[in-house]
């Protein structure tokens, strides 16, 4: 498969514990891995991190299995560092002046993607 016929996905962290406590999710990345190439930010990897202890702990379940598999599904997943999405940060917050500024490295992302390689 060449770079043009690749799909980009950016998944944010909300996706990443989906993937993690759910098996619909972690499927549709598995399934689609040769077709689908899929990124993060590496601040969701790290609100994945943070978040699913808090989660489970609420629940009364050991965090570290959980946090294996997010090893596991990070395989799949390609890691943008923040100096990657620093030069869309004006653009993507501007975008997003009514929601969550906090979320702008996952617009960001977003946009490296549609820029050609």
């Known amino acids: 498969m060449t770079t043009a016929q690749w799909r980009s996905l950016v998944l944010d962290a909300n996706i990443l514990i989906r993937a993690v406590l759910g098996s619909k999710v972690r499927d549709l990345i ?43 599904v990070m395989g799949y997943v390609q890691i943008l560092e923040n100096e990657w999405l620093l030069d869309y940060e004006a653009a993507s917050k501007a975008r997003m002046e009514k929601r969550d500024l906090d979320d702008w490295p996952v617009l960001a992302a977003a946009l490296v993607m549609e820029c050609p390689i």
């Open 30 to 72: 598995c399934e689609n891995a040769e077709r689908v190439k899929f990124f993060t930010p590496s601040v969701c990897v790290d609100d994945a991190r943070k978040y699913l202890p808090e989660i489970l702990k609420a629940r009364g379940i050991d965090a570290n299995p959980a946090l294996a598999v997010l090893d596991l």
